[in-house]
């Protein structure tokens, strides 16, 4: 999580949550969808960590990949 984002490593996509419930978000119970994604050309296999606006994911390959954050 950085700021009011909540990244969600998942198989080959990055999808990117509004963690305060708001933006993609509504019904009862809330429900979000993300309010950005992206692909990766591997299978996502750890956590995320994120600095000065970059996304590092771990794959199953023992690569890291960076996105910039929109």
């Known amino acids: 999580m950085a700021g009011s984002r909540l990244f969600r490593p998942s198989g080959g996509e990055l ?5 305060n419930g ?7 119970p809330v429900v979000c969808l993300p309010v950005w994604t ?3 050309a591997i299978t996502t296999t750890s956590a995320s960590a994120i600095s000065n606006g970059i996304v590092f994911v ?10 910039a954050t929109p």
């Open 58 to 67: 771990g794959g199953g390959d023992g690569k890291v990949t960076a996105f």
């Open 38 to 40: 992206a692909t990766a």
């Open 15 to 19: 999808p990117v949550y509004d963690a």
């Open 22 to 28: 708001v933006q993609g978000c509504g019904g009862s």
